[in-house]
C-alpha cells in the first residue's frame, strides 16, 4: 500500500509497480519453501501438500509477470515518449 501511495506522487508507477510486484511474488516463493521445509522436518504432510499447491500458483505469478513486464515496460515508454499521454491515464 505504502508503495502505491508513493508512486502516485512520481511519473514512474509503472516501473516501480512491476519490480515491487514481482519482488513480492519471490518474497512469497521462498516463504513457501521454507513453511514446505518446516512441514516435512515436523512431519506435517497435509501442511506441506497444501503449501506445495499454494507454491506452484506462485510460480506460475511469478513467471506471468516476468513474461508479460517487457511488454508492459515498453509500452510505458513509449507512452513516456509522448509527452501528451501519461502512464496514469
Do not use: N
Not at 10 to 21: L, M, N, P, R, Y
Not at 24 to 37: D, G, P, R, T
Amino acid at each position: 500500500m505504502g508503495q502505491a501511495v508513493g508512486g502516485m506522487f512520481s511519473g514512474d508507477e509503472i516501473v516501480k509497480g512491476c519490480i515491487a510486484s514481482y519482488t513480492f511474488e519471490q518474497l512469497e516463493i521462498s516463504s513457501y519453501k521454507v513453511l514446505i521445509a518446516t512441514a516435512e522436518e515436523a512431519g506435517d504432510m497435509e501442511t506441506k501438500r497444501v503449501c506445495e499447491e499454494i507454491l506452484e500458483e506462485e510460480l506460475a505469478m511469478a513467471a506471468w509477470l516476468d513474461e508479460h513486464m517487457p511488454k508492459t515496460l515498453r509500452q510505458y515508454l513509449q507512452r513516456d515518449e509522448d509527452s501528451s499521454a501519461t502512464a496514469k491515464r
